[in-house]
């Protein structure tokens, strides 16, 4: 049964900075990696798309990349600002038609 | 494209009441998920559907809680009988699988249920 953890559960860190978004999953053999945003009382908004046979995606200032080996996901955010804090989950996929497996997520705080 | 629609965003029952929450998905998209979220806890998958076909409900409670989508409409998540632990916030995402490709989900802005 495929398991993801997201570690820290939250995190605060100062305007400017960059960070990285951790996360891991238990079996190896996932279809396709995603990283979502939810805003407080929000639904989620798709950040980034990782295909199994890719190793990274970026979109502006965030990079997401994908270790299958050994079980990990990072998300990137370069220069971080304060409209950037969410909470931002991890979820995963293990074939095509089947269903998406998340993380409980990281709340992230951006210090102004 | 107007993206997943939700309704309603907020729905209040009482103790045993039924509760019907809609789910449009984009256009083009054939398959639908339904997930609950609790405070300050990760969203749990329900059910997955194709259009007029449940793949995977491994996640619906055996009792008291539907899901449908049909070959026209909206799918539908169904609760009866709703309980004050019904409380939380269902979110439905949807889908379209290419052959090859990713299966990208997109999600609506949830329904909130308070049962009261």
């Known amino acids: 049964k495929q398991e993801v953890t997201q570690i820290p559960a939250a995190l605060s860190v100062p305007e400017g900075e960059n960070l990285v978004l951790n996360c891991s999953f238990t079996?190896?053999?996932?279809?396709?990696l995603q990283w979502f945003r939810q805003d407080p009382g929000k639904g989620l908004t798709s950040l980034l798309l990782?295909?199994?046979?890719?190793r990274e995606q970026t979109s502006g200032r965030l990079n997401a990349s994908l270790d299958k080996s050994s079980g990990r996901s990072t998300l990137y955010i370069a220069a971080s600002q304060p409209g950037d804090s969410a909470t931002y989950l991890c979820?995963?996929?293990?074939?095509?038609?089947?269903?998406?497996?998340f993380g409980k997520g990281t709340r992230l705080h951006i210090l102004p | 494209n107007a993206g997943v629609m939700q309704n309603p965003r907020h729905l209040v029952r009482r103790r045993g009441q039924e509760a019907r929450l809609r789910c449009s998905p984009m256009?083009?998209?054939?398959?639908v998920y339904w997930y609950r979220q609790l405070p300050e806890e990760g969203l749990k998958f329900m059910v997955y559907?194709?259009?007029?076909?449940?793949?995977?409900e491994s996640g619906m409670p055996k009792e008291r809680f539907s899901a449908e989508f049909p070959k026209e409409g909206p799918s539908i998540l169904r609760i009866q009988q709703v309980v004050r632990g019904d409380s939380a916030a269902y979110f439905c995402?949807?889908?379209?699988?290419?052959?090859?490709?990713?299966?990208?989900?997109?999600f609506g802005q949830g329904t909130r249920l308070t049962v009261v």
């Open positions: 995402a949807s889908s379209q699988t290419v052959p090859g490709g990713p299966t990208e989900a997109f």
């Open positions: 079996d190896s053999a996932i279809y396709n």
């Open positions: 990782i295909q199994s046979s890719q």
């Open positions: 979820a995963d996929s293990m074939n095509r038609d089947d269903k998406i497996i």
């Open positions: 256009k083009g998209h054939s398959h």
């Open positions: 559907l194709q259009k007029e076909n449940i793949i995977d």
